[in-house]
């Protein structure tokens, strides 16, 4: 069965609620992550939809230019703590990084634009600025 698209008032609305759930999760100190399952439930979608895989794309993307980050770093699976594989390939468009030939590499490369989302989502949060 096709799931018909979202309007585009709802997912913009969709958008907000997933960029205010991580800055208040992140920024705020209250964790330095946030799970797949925990944000998806804050917004009302299933964690393995396109639905959900998109908001995290949009949000990556319109951050960007001013985090020099992969902001959603800080959504990860709640079983390992690791990215999924949307993470990975936003860090193959944009970075060229090419996730899958070493583990370790994987790992740092996800920490590091980790702890520049968590600065980043700190900041937005300390000035009140939009994403």
């Known amino acids: 069965?096709?799931?018909?698209?979202?309007?585009?008032?709802?997912?913009?609305?969709?958008?907000?609620?997933?960029?205010e759930a991580i800055k208040e999760?992140?920024?705020?100190?209250?964790a330095e992550t946030i799970t797949y399952v925990d944000l998806a439930r804050i917004v009302g979608v299933h964690q393995n939809s396109r639905q959900f895989q998109r908001l995290l794309d949009e949000i990556a993307e319109d951050a960007l230019p001013k985090a020099k980050c992969?902001?959603?770093?800080?959504?990860?699976?709640?079983?390992?703590?690791?990215?999924g594989a949307g993470f990975f390939y936003m860090a193959r468009k944009h970075y060229g990084?090419?996730?899958?030939?070493?583990?370790?590499?994987?790992?740092?490369?996800?920490?590091?634009?980790?702890g520049q989302a968590i600065a980043y989502w700190r900041s937005i949060l300390e000035s009140g600025s939009a994403v």
Request: aromatic fraction near 6%; avoid cysteine; proline fraction near 5%.
């Open 70 to 83: 992969l902001v959603t770093a800080v959504v990860v699976s709640k079983t390992d703590g690791s990215p």
């Open 97 to 114: 990084y090419e996730a899958g030939v070493d583990k370790h590499e994987d790992e740092r490369f996800h920490l590091i634009q980790q």
């Open 25 to 30: 999760r992140v920024g705020s100190a209250q």
């Open 1 to 19: 069965m096709k799931r018909k698209a979202v309007p585009p008032a709802d997912f913009d609305e969709m958008k907000k609620r997933t960029v």
